[in-house]
């Protein structure tokens, strides 16, 4: 699990948005990207990024 202080500091690292935790990772609306959750650690390589029409 994540922490609360954690998700208030994590943004997106291509806009520098507002990420929102969801159960398939963090999502940025803005880039329409969600970045995984591994082992209960956020992949924020923009790289590992996968767009949000491919989780829907």
Known sequence: ???KE???I???PKCKGE???TKEGLVC???K???PIKEDIPIMLI???KPINEHK
């Open 29 to 31: 609306e803005r880039c």
């Open 33 to 35: 990207l969600i970045y």
């Open 10 to 12: 994590l943004v997106c």
């Open 47 to 49: 790289e590992e990024a």
């Open 19 to 21: 990420l929102k935790l």
């Open 6 to 8: 954690l998700l208030e």
């Open 1 to 3: 699990m994540i922490s």
